[in-house]
């Protein structure tokens, strides 16, 4: 009986299953697929995506629950595109709780839209989405090779979520939001430069010596605009705040510098606050960021090695373990300790014969002032009696100094002497941080040389009112203060400094001006020349590398000096910084020990001789890129004769005069020039029917 119930229930089943629509739903139609859209369409051409409701298919490329709004991007195979390459194929899909994996084809049904709120924030996204799974495993679309700069709107919109590439390798050029935001900000074609590096907001071409006016400021912004165009960021797919750990790090040397290069970046190109951004991806095609750090520099025989060294508010509290927090220094003995291990790392493995420091404590020169312990630490580094200080006649207090801060001068005296007292710079109401300077006599030889050296310390760029205020000119405020200090240094340089008994004049320290601000260029009109090119760089800021600490010296100094900066701070994150790292900085070197990086200067009153005499240092310029085209004699004409060769200061004042074939002159080029010191030159080459000019760059 139960068997016969059971048959019949199943044949009332069969007969409902198989009975026609209409006979049992009411006439119903069958259930009807919605209709698939292309994201091409969606995106379409325009600035933003079309608005409204859509199912679509693609295949999941990135996971990134960690963004606000968590999801994931979808993009479609190349078979299944629209076909047209100036819309984008991809969206992101908005889904916090994210379930599903690389490879998935996935049909999505939900709401796109692209504006200002959230969830978009100007991506266009899917929200709301019904996800169904119809395969797994499935081979993700090709990268799309980006073009080359401008990275504008404009440019990038078509390929927005889409998985992409580079050309070119990239370089890292600003670090400064990594370890709060995890992003980096990558360029093409190198680091990009404050623009008053190479363009004169006065002077064009820049080797001019202006010091007022803005005929050139338009050359100004079209340089900030390019070095934007070329920029973009690369994220570490979170939008967490202060990372851990801290991403893109090299594993060894744990840290990421401007500079730092990615040979071939793959990511998912997104947007968000603001910017494109690189999404990375796992496995081979994450970044791979190549990192490394410059040893010290070297030179060939010397008989002098000078130094400047910005010591980052070196305040020693009371001299006697307290009096913390400092003004302006560490906060905490356990800072201090921190910041001072890093500083002496960093002048012992240079090695100066003579220091010139920004920066120190302005208390004096008893037994516990500021500059006594770093000479105290030097000494214990390096053994009794390896360094003294230059006694600036101020038992409490520098003289003509109205800052916590001021310049001072430590020297080897086994190497150097003292030549008479120390002269600080007595004009009023100019300086806040006066010049110092000591003239030297040398004791390597059995016949001495002489040298002064003078330390600075211009006003900052910070702040300023009146005619001192940011003028927009690329400069920043205060540069008619800094303007002023520049007269007043050359003239303390020729009233006081030279009648102390040296016509062979070393300016260092921090001019706060870059390399074709007007401060620098009223010191090349009054003869002195700055020894770095415009590619030598000591400070980084928002972003934009630059030089704000140079090397100045009379025109008899050109043949017999050598300089280079040692890129050990300006390029390192701020994280490792002593006063923010606290106890996990590293105190075993001296990267990182200030934001300023130091200089190097080598001195050989013989003439000088490079280390490097066989690599070529002269480039065409203008180059804002390093390692920019060599400045070569190969494309003379044939059958010239010989030629004239003339090296010539951008003042006009000759350098070097060469004559001889084309082919020798090019062969011994870099032995010629090798005791050139870097900087900018005029090039005249003479010859049968040839007369020619050009400005090179040595590095």
């Known amino acids: 009986m139960r068997h016969s119930h059971s048959a019949l229930i199943f044949l009332l089943l069969s007969c409902w299953l198989h009975a026609p629509a209409s006979a049992t739903s009411g006439g119903q139609p069958p259930r009807k697929e919605p209709a698939i859209t292309r994201i091409g369409s969606i995106q379409g051409s325009a600035g933003a995506a079309k608005p409204g409701s859509y199912t679509i298919q693609a295949i999941v490329t990135g996971i990134y629950p960690g963004l606000t709004p968590g999801g994931f991007y979808v993009q479609e195979a190349a078979a299944a595109s629209d076909g047209n390459p100036a819309t984008s194929d991809a969206l992101f899909v908005v889904q916090p709780e994210t379930k599903v994996a690389l490879g998935d084809k996935v049909q999505l049904t939900g709401t796109v839209q692209e504006a200002g709120a959230a969830p978009s924030f100007d991506q266009a996204v899917l929200t709301e989405a019904t996800v169904t799974v119809l395969s797994s495993g499935n081979a993700l679309p090709a990268f799309t090779t980006l073009p080359l700069p401008p990275y504008s709107?404009?440019?990038?919109?078509?390929?927005?979520?889409?998985?992409?590439?580079?050309?070119?390798?990239?370089?890292?050029?600003?670090?400064?939001?990594?370890?709060?935001?995890?992003?980096?900000t990558l360029t093409t074609g190198g680091p990009v430069y404050q623009p008053t590096q190479f363009i004169d907001p006065n002077d064009d071409p820049a080797t001019?010596?202006?010091?007022?006016?803005?005929?050139?400021?338009?050359?100004?912004?079209?340089?900030?605009?390019?070095?934007?165009?070329?920029?973009?960021?690369l994220d570490d797919g979170s939008a967490a705040t202060n990372p851990t750990p801290v991403p893109f790090l090299d594993p060894t040397l744990r840290t990421v510098r401007v500079g730092s290069t990615v040979a071939q970046l793959r990511g998912i190109l997104g947007y968000g606050f603001g910017k494109w951004r690189v999404q990375p991806l796992p496995g081979p095609d994450a970044p791979a960021l190549v990192v490394t750090r410059p040893p010290v520099p070297v030179f060939?025989?010397?008989d002098v090695k000078v130094a400047s060294y910005n010591v980052l508010n070196y305040f020693n509290g009371d001299g006697a373990g307290g009096g913390f927090p400092t003004p302006r220094g560490a906060k905490t003995p356990a800072d201090f300790v921190r910041q001072r291990s890093k500083i002496i790392q960093g002048l012992v493995q240079m090695n100066p014969d003579i220091i010139g420091l920004?920066?120190?404590?302005?208390?004096?020169?008893?037994?516990?002032?500021?500059?006594?312990?770093?000479?105290?630490?030097?000494?214990?580094?390096?053994?009794?009696?390896?360094?003294?200080?230059?006694?600036?006649?101020?038992?409490?207090?520098?003289?003509?100094?109205?800052?916590?801060?001021?310049?001072?001068?430590?020297?080897?005296?086994?190497?150097?002497?003292?030549?008479?007292?120390?002269?600080?710079?007595?004009?009023?109401?100019v300086f806040e941080r006066p010049p110092l300077a000591q003239v030297f006599t040398t004791r390597r030889k059995a016949r001495p040389d002489t040298l002064a050296v003078v330390i600075n310390h211009f006003k900052s760029k910070g702040s300023g009112t009146g005619v001192n205020a940011d003028q927009n000119d690329g400069q920043g405020g205060s540069n008619d203060?800094?303007?002023?200090?520049?007269?007043?240094?050359?003239?303390?340089?020729n009233t006081t400094v030279v009648p102390a008994g040296t016509?062979?004049?070393?300016?260092?320290?921090?001019?706060?001006?870059?390399?074709?601000?007007?401060?620098?260029?009223?010191?090349?009109?009054?003869?002195?020349?700055?020894?770095?090119?415009?590619?030598?760089?000591?400070?980084?800021?928002?972003?934009?590398?630059?030089?704000?600490?140079?090397?100045?010296?009379?025109?008899?100094?050109?043949?017999?000096?050598?300089?280079?900066?040692?890129?050990?701070?300006?390029?390192?994150?701020?994280?490792?910084?002593?006063?923010?790292?606290?106890?996990?900085?590293?105190?075993?070197?001296?990267?990182?020990?200030?934001?300023?990086?130091?200089?190097?200067?080598?001195?050989?009153?013989?003439?000088?001789?490079?280390?490097?005499?066989?690599?070529?240092?002269?480039?065409?310029?203008?180059?804002p890129a390093a390692g920019?085209?060599?400045?070569?004699?190969?494309?003379?004409?044939?059958?010239?004769?010989?030629?004239?060769?003339?090296?010539?200061?951008?003042?006009?004042?000759?350098?070097?005069?060469?004559?001889?074939?084309?082919?020798?002159?090019?062969?011994?080029?870099?032995?010629?020039?090798?005791?050139?010191?870097?900087?900018?030159?005029?090039?005249?080459?003479?010859?049968?029917?040839?007369?020619?000019?050009?400005?090179?760059?040595?590095?």
């Open 153 to 184: 709107g404009a440019a990038l919109e078509r390929y927005e979520g889409m998985r992409v590439q580079f050309p070119v390798p990239l370089t890292v050029s600003d670090v400064y939001t990594l370890r709060q935001r995890g992003e980096l």
């Open 208 to 233: 001019g010596t202006r010091s007022t006016g803005t005929s050139n400021l338009a050359a100004i912004n079209a340089y900030q605009a390019a070095n934007l165009d070329r920029s973009i960021l």
């Open 300 to 302: 060939g025989p010397l």
């Open 358 to 429: 920004t920066e120190i404590e302005n208390d004096g020169t008893g037994p516990a002032s500021a500059i006594q312990d770093l000479v105290n630490g030097l000494n214990q580094a390096q053994g009794p009696g390896t360094y003294a200080f230059v006694n600036d006649g101020g038992t409490t207090q520098q003289p003509n100094n109205t800052d916590v801060i001021r310049c001072a001068i430590i020297y080897k005296p086994a190497v150097v002497a003292p030549l008479g007292e120390a002269r600080v710079a007595t004009v009023t109401g």
């Open 481 to 493: 203060r800094r303007r002023n200090q520049a007269n007043a240094l050359v003239q303390f340089v």
């Open 503 to 623: 016509k062979r004049v070393v300016c260092i320290g921090d001019y706060n001006a870059n390399y074709e601000e007007d401060p620098i260029d009223i010191m090349r009109a009054a003869g002195l020349v700055v020894v770095t090119p415009p590619t030598s760089a000591s400070y980084v800021f928002k972003g934009l590398t630059g030089s704000l600490d140079h090397c100045i010296v009379t025109s008899n100094m050109v043949g017999f000096i050598d300089v280079h900066k040692w890129n050990i701070n300006s390029g390192e994150p701020l994280f490792l910084q002593f006063d923010v790292a606290g106890a996990a900085t590293d105190v075993s070197t001296p990267f990182r020990s200030s934001d300023h990086d130091p200089v190097l200067i080598g001195v050989n009153f013989a003439g000088i001789t490079p280390a490097n005499m066989n690599t070529p240092r002269l480039f065409v310029y203008p180059k």
């Open 628 to 699: 920019g085209r060599t400045f070569t004699l190969a494309d003379l004409p044939k059958n010239i004769g010989p030629l004239t060769l003339e090296v010539l200061l951008p003042q006009g004042i000759p350098m070097l005069r060469l004559h001889g074939s084309g082919s020798l002159l090019q062969a011994e080029l870099n032995r010629y020039t090798g005791h050139l010191a870097p900087g900018i030159y005029e090039v005249r080459l003479q010859g049968r029917n040839l007369n020619r000019t050009q400005r090179v760059m040595k590095e």
